[in-house]
């Protein structure tokens, strides 16, 4: 079982819509990042938190820390949110508090 | 400020033949990360360095990867012999962390473009 997971795996949705993508951890954390892949690869860091919940423009993220589960809500979705959503948390395992472990990612499909 | 910059961003060659992949931080940054991408496995975290220094290389495949850092401004990934299940994106990253008042290390990690490794 991986330690982090995403779902779903793949969502398509209609311009407009509100989306919720979902992310579960196993492991003691110090943070959780939500990035964004475009098609062309890049990749940009969305969010980073370690309590509570964050807004930027259309997007917003939530974190329960007790639940180990993090959610990415996009209001208002548009085709150019098309992109793959990872979720990665920074684990607390072993000391190492700056090593990354990642989710599958999510790819979303966002039609006009 | 440019962002992480890495070189090349495309890199075909032979089963056998070495590989150097490059990466240039973010300025003042004191973190810097090596990942791979593949459709299979994802991304995985390879290696990465604070202030120059190797702190975690469990995620290195195998003795043919190997990663330095000489300067803060600069690092490279290197494959030999390489193979072609190496075949993949690979990325750096580089943050600036610190820490909050609670004692947790944070920071945000910057992503270069990749370099797109293709072994025939």
């Known amino acids: 079982k991986n330690e982090v997971e995403q779902s779903p795996q793949n969502l398509t949705a209609q311009e407009g819509e509100f989306i919720t993508i979902n992310c579960s951890y196993s492991?003691?954390?110090?943070?959780l990042h939500w990035l964004q892949q475009h098609p062309g690869g890049g990749i940009v860091s969305l969010f980073m938190?370690?309590?509570g919940k964050k807004k930027h423009g259309r997007l917003i993220a939530t974190i329960n820390i007790q639940e180990k589960h993090s959610s990415l809500h996009i209001t208002a979705s548009h085709p150019r949110d098309s992109a793959v959503y990872i979720c990665?948390?920074?684990?607390?395992?072993?000391?190492?508090?700056?090593?990354?472990?990642f989710g599958t990612g999510t790819l979303l499909a966002v039609q006009p | 400020d440019a962002g992480v910059i890495q070189s090349p961003r495309h890199e075909v060659t032979e089963m056998g033949q070495e590989v150097t992949l490059r990466c240039k931080p973010i300025?003042?940054?004191?973190?810097l990360f090596w990942y791979r991408q593949t459709m299979m496995r994802g991304l995985e975290l390879l290696i990465y360095f604070n202030n120059n220094v190797p702190i975690d290389d469990s995620g290195m495949p195998e003795d043919r990867f190997s990663a330095k850092m000489p300067n803060a401004s600069f690092s490279t990934l290197k494959i030999q012999p390489s193979e072609p299940r190496d075949s993949a994106v690979y990325f750096c990253?580089?943050?600036?962390?610190?820490?909050?008042?609670?004692?947790?290390?944070?920071?945000?990690?910057?992503f270069g473009p990749g370099t797109r490794l293709t072994v025939l």
């Open positions: 990665a948390v920074r684990s607390v395992k072993g000391g190492a508090t700056n090593k990354l472990i």
């Open positions: 300025s003042g940054h004191d973190y």
């Open positions: 938190l370690s309590s």
């Open positions: 990253a580089s943050s600036l962390s610190w820490t909050l008042a609670w004692g947790h290390t944070v920071d945000t990690q910057y």
């Open positions: 492991v003691g954390i110090s943070a």
